[in-house]
């Protein structure tokens, strides 16, 4: 989760939200990382975790993230949360709930909802107060 901070710390660089992920393999080995970079590029599509995701595919040569694990610093939205039950991870550790956005449990259940083929074991909450931070921190200064 250290690693995935440093990352989300890059984004508002570029106005982006803070946000960042890392998809490690079974033996912890980091194959891909990534942070938000919906402004820098002008990509709706641009969230930390599929730029994880293209990143571990492209290294791997595969789509199949089977046995993986993503670390991201903020629960998965619907987008997030279907392209990593389509990859096939195993995994998701997250820092802060998404109450407003998020798919992994809060407002909805993408990765663990019964009637899609995949199901992925999440573990929220770690670092959650220091993930939390880092997104106050950003929209405090985005009011000012």
């Known amino acids: 989760m250290g ?3 440093d990352l989300a710390a890059q984004a508002p660089t570029y106005g982006d939200v ?5 998809v490690l393999s079974a ?12 402004e820098r590029d002008s990509d709706p599509t641009g969230h930390a975790e599929l730029n994880a995701l293209r990143a571990a595919a492209a290294g791997m040569g595969s789509w199949r993230l089977d046995g993986c694990t993503l670390v991201v610093t903020l629960e998965p939205c619907t987008m997030c949360a279907g392209a ?3 990859s096939r991870i195993s995994t998701v550790i997250f820092g802060a709930w998404d109450k ?9 259940d993408i990765l663990r909802e019964p ?12 670092r959650a107060e220091e993930c939390s931070a880092l997104l106050t ?7 000012r």
Do not use: M, Y
Not at 100 to 108: C, R
Not at 137 to 143: E, G, I
């Open 84 to 86: 990593i039950s389509q």
């Open 137 to 143: 921190t950003f929209f405090a200064d985005q009011r």
């Open 27 to 38: 033996d912890g080995v980091v194959l891909g990382t990534g942070f938000n970079t919906r």
């Open 100 to 108: 407003k956005a998020g798919g992994a449990g809060s407002v909805f």
């Open 3 to 5: 690693q995935c901070l």
């Open 115 to 126: 009637r899609l083929n995949h199901w992925v074991e999440i573990q929220p909450g770690v």
């Open 18 to 22: 803070p946000v960042g992920a890392a």
